[in-house]
């Protein structure tokens, strides 16, 4: 199959996400790496969500080579992890966010760039015209995955409220807080009462229910 980032034997309209981005980054042979991964055998496939990660790896380390910065061995997944995980404190996210501004990259647009897994399925789908595995082999569109995911975007937004809310109250001096060091942590937990025990939401949802069950 041609590797032409538009729609080589898929339906044809509006240019996707990801397939736009291919065109633009010069990402030339991504595409079809995309494919073989998504398609491979049940063993060795990769789940929308682990090509996404992939996608948007490439991406920040194209932001940094644009800028003539070398990234030390697993800097990008470190800086990757902490630009996308909930569960970081915000002091490491500021931390990251400076050392990408000091290197001239635009994190905001960076992050705006960043793929979901369902573009990367509308891309596979839409525009490569790869049929998806079946439905008892994937791994990714379940519901209690579908779920988490919710939640997991609903704590992102509440830490983001809430670090815009400290700063705002910092800068007006209606606050005495040191927001450089401070670490702000936005979590749900679930208590069991039979067993006491306590998990995240994410933990719990991931694990299927409590141990004790």
């Not at 590797?3 to 397939?19: I, L, N, Q, T």
């Amino acid at each position: 199959m041609s590797d032409s980032h538009g729609s080589p034997g898929g339906k044809r309209g509006p240019e996707s996400k990801v397939s736009r981005l291919l065109r633009e980054r010069g990402f030339d042979g991504f595409g079809a790496e995309l494919e073989r991964r998504w398609t491979a055998e049940a063993g060795a496939r990769s789940s929308l969500r682990d090509l996404a990660d992939a996608f948007n790896r490439r991406l920040l380390r194209a932001a940094l080579a644009e800028r003539n910065e070398h990234a030390l061995d697993g800097e990008i997944e470190n800086l990757y992890r902490v630009l996308t995980d909930d569960d970081v404190s915000s002091g490491a996210r500021t931390k990251a966010v400076h050392r990408l501004e000091r290197a001239g990259v635009d994190v905001e647009r960076l992050e705006a760039n960043f793929v979901s897994h369902r573009a990367m399925r509308t891309y596979l789908t839409s525009y490569r015209g790869v049929t998806p595995p079946s439905e008892t082999d994937r791994d990714d569109g379940d519901l209690r995955e579908r779920r988490a995911e919710t939640i997991r975007r609903l704590l992102g937004r509440v830490e983001r409220v809430t670090e815009k809310s400290l700063s705002d109250l910092a800068a007006a001096d209606e606050l005495d807080v040191d927001l450089e060091t401070a670490e702000l942590y936005v979590d749900v937990r679930v208590h069991c009462p039979d067993c006491n025990a306590q998990y995240t939401v994410e933990s719990l949802i991931g694990r299927g229910g409590c141990d004790c069950e």
